[in-house]
């Protein structure tokens, strides 16, 4: 009797160390609240990249934020970023639920027995245990299972912070398109607009006719539709970057942004190198061999699952009167009918899958590398072809400058020379926007910066807050 409350104690106590429920409501306007709320001058935020940084940011806040502080930025306050650590903190409690020993199942059985055939009271009862003990290794292989999908779920992670930094580069070069071209075509603006007003005055004094004052106001109404197009694109460049930091738009009012480096792109690798950056480099090619691994442990579980577990079976009966200690098994599976084959041949079909999904990720890989090393190379020799026509614009611009100080060409003659450099630093603009572009898909293809070796330790490391 004394083993049974015994038993019945241990039991209790395991139910009474259950963990507790607490819950933790979302209110939709509290979100809003935190969002409005953000800033980039937070001195959590300063904490955190000085820390991810590996040195400190002084002043804070920075007088210009460059690149690499917007990333970080992004990465602190990216909703993209807290969902995937969720899913990855999802999959690492999977770990446990794997390591997780089965429980003891306790059994506590009662008979009344009429007529009583014993001496004792006429009732049989007695608590047992089911003691599961897992064979063949299943544990082991579910656990490998979870580890797998908790790697991969890991180095999602990487791949979702190189999707912001894609979304902040992609963001601050529209930014510099817009502000370089609004610099560019407010100049010619005000020429085409001088081009007009002379225009006007030559046709009033009869050395104009009407057609061409017409085409002058016809240019000058297209810059200006231009520059307002312009204008329009850097408010829609600032609210993507607001959106790929995770803050408002607002936050970027008092911020100045450092956008120099978008004026040079560094050579492209060999392409040999390329791809070998790319296959080892590549954080979704990583997580999809780990997604592999994950099948194939799954694949030696359902394997595993032909053995039968045992089940132990000790306990206490009275019985009328007869105390009986048992030790025998309580059951032991058997494999007549069913081998588990089924399982086998899901778990073998799924394995096959994943092999082929991670292949078929390579090859896009490959293909995807070959596409943007092309297209970086013609960009490249496009901006060589610019930087030689528009030094050519700037030799007549500077031409028809001096003829102007020297009396040999008219103030008409020179401020349509004005605008039409202007032009040539627009398509100029372009043809650099389009080599930073095609930097930007390279950079991509291989999730590694152009000029780097390895990763920065903000982006390998600082995913994880």
Not at 84 to 103: C, E, F, L, S
Not at 208 to 221: F, I
Not at 350 to 357: G, H, I, L, P
Request: proline share 6%; net charge negative.
């Amino acid at each position: 009797m004394r083993r049974a409350f015994s038993i019945l104690a241990i039991a209790s106590t395991g139910v009474a160390g259950c963990t507790s429920y607490h819950p933790q409501p979302i209110a939709p306007d509290q979100i809003a609240r935190q969002f409005e709320q953000r800033s980039l001058a937070s001195e959590e935020l300063h904490a955190w990249i000085a820390r991810e940084a590996a040195h400190d940011v002084t002043p804070w806040p920075p007088a210009a934020w460059n690149r690499e502080l917007l990333t970080l930025a992004a990465f602190y306050f990216s909703p993209a970023l807290d969902l995937a650590r969720a899913q990855w903190g999802t999959a690492k409690a999977g770990i446990d639920v794997a390591n997780a020993i089965p429980n003891p199942v306790l059994q506590l059985p009662f008979q009344y027995n009429t007529p009583n055939p014993g001496p004792g009271a006429p009732f049989t009862w007695g608590p047992a245990l089911d003691i599961p003990i897992e064979t063949a290794h299943k544990r082991g292989y579910r656990v490998d299972q979870a580890s797998r999908l908790s790697e991969a779920a890991r180095l999602n992670i990487v791949t979702a912070a190189w999707t912001v930094r894609t979304q902040v580069r992609d963001a601050l070069l529209a930014l510099y398109a817009a502000r370089t071209r609004i610099a560019l075509l407010s100049t010619k603006a005000q020429a085409e607009r001088q081009i007009t007003v002379m225009s006007r005055h030559r046709l009033a004094v009869g050395q104009y006719s009407q057609p061409d004052v017409e085409a002058a106001v016809l240019a000058d109404t297209q810059a200006q539709s231009d520059l307002a197009s312009a204008r329009s694109a850097e408010g829609d460049a600032r609210a993507q970057l607001a959106g790929a930091i995770g803050v408002p738009v607002s936050a970027l009012d008092e911020v100045a942004l450092d956008l120099s480096n978008f004026g040079t792109a560094p050579p492209a690798p060999p392409p040999a190198d390329a791809q070998r950056a790319a296959i080892f480099h590549r954080a979704d090619l990583r997580a999809s061999l780990a997604d592999y691994a994950a099948a194939e442990s799954a694949l030696q579980l359902e394997v595993a699952k032909q053995y039968p577990d045992i089940h132990l079976g000790p306990g206490y009966t009275y019985d009328t009167g007869t105390n009986k200690i048992g030790f025998g098994l309580a059951g032991i599976g058997l494999p007549i009918f069913d081998q588990n084959q089924g399982g086998i041949k899901q778990a073998e079909a799924r394995r096959k899958e994943a092999a082929v999904r991670t292949g078929a990720l390579q090859d896009k890989i490959i293909g995807e590398l070959a596409h943007v090393l092309a297209r970086y190379q013609s960009s490249t020799e496009a901006l060589q072809i610019s930087d030689v026509h528009l030094a050519s614009a700037r030799r007549q611009l500077d031409s028809e400058a001096a003829a102007f100080s020297s009396g040999n060409a008219d103030r008409l003659t020179y401020t349509q020379a004005k605008a039409d450099y202007q032009t040539s630093e627009t398509a100029h603009l372009d043809a650099e926007v389009a080599v930073q572009q095609a930097a930007g898909a390279l950079e991509d293809a291989m999730q590694l910066p152009l000029g780097h070796a390895a990763g920065s330790h903000a982006f390998s490391e600082g995913t994880t807050r």
